[in-house]
């Protein structure tokens, strides 16, 4: 069982890279094999339908994100909120995959913002992106506001029952995509 993780944020220090990382731990502690997949290290270019135009380096890196995505059993994503909606460069990353990486996986979502206002409508917007990509999102996220504030200087969340809650969502995500595959 293989569950990637995509964290949709360029920020050296995210709070959502660092909660998706709690969320893996929670995958692997079920019994997954785990992996990171960091936007900020893969340089993406911006989605055209016209690949002809993508570079040596564009084209190299669009074939690592597909390809880890095909090989993924299960996701899950994160996101920090911008203007009630997911990351750009996260969204780019999905336009890059079609619904032969995701169709019939179990996904899990982790949402952050920096305010006070719960980020759930990016977790609302990527239910629909993912439901469009004929993936199985589990109903349980995790959404953080004020993420800033449940982190400390290092990374490592402060909040237990937030931790705990995404260590249980990254394995309600194992447990959906071993039920997905005994069914097929």
Same mark, same amino acid.
């Given at each position: 069982m293989n569950v990637l993780g995509i964290s949709g944020s360029l920020r050296a220090a995210s709070t959502a890279r660092a909660a998706l990382t709690l969320a893996l731990e929670g995958a692997a502690a079920a019994g997954a094999e785990t992996e990171l997949l960091d936007l900020r290290e893969l340089d993406l270019p911006l989605y055209d339908d016209d690949q002809a135009r993508y570079t040596a380096a564009n084209r190299a890196a669009v074939a690592r994100l597909q390809a880890a995505a095909e090989a993924a059993d299960a996701f899950v994503l994160a996101s920090p909120e911008y203007h009630g909606g997911p990351s750009g460069v996260l969204k780019n990353a999905l336009d890059?995959?079609? !619904?032969?990486?995701?169709?019939? /996986?179990?996904?899990?979502?982790?949402?952050?913002? !920096? !305010?006070?206002?719960? *980020?759930?409508?990016?977790?609302?917007?990527?239910?629909?992106?993912?439901?469009?990509?004929?993936?199985?999102?589990? *109903? $349980? $996220?995790? %959404? =953080? *506001? @004020?993420? @800033? /504030? =449940?982190? +400390?200087?290092? !990374?490592? =969340?402060? +909040? %237990?029952?937030?931790?705990?809650r995404l260590h249980e969502l990254g394995a309600e995500v194992v447990r959906l995509a071993r039920a997905l595959a005994h069914s097929s």
């Open positions: 890059h995959l079609t !619904g032969r990486h995701f169709r019939g /996986k179990a996904a899990g979502l982790v949402t952050v913002a !920096g !305010g006070r206002v719960s *980020p759930v409508t990016t977790a609302h917007v990527l239910r629909i992106v993912l439901r469009q990509l004929h993936a199985y999102v589990v *109903p $349980q $996220q995790v %959404a =953080l *506001p @004020e993420a @800033e /504030k =449940l982190f +400390d200087a290092a !990374g490592r =969340l402060t +909040d %237990a029952e937030q931790a705990r």
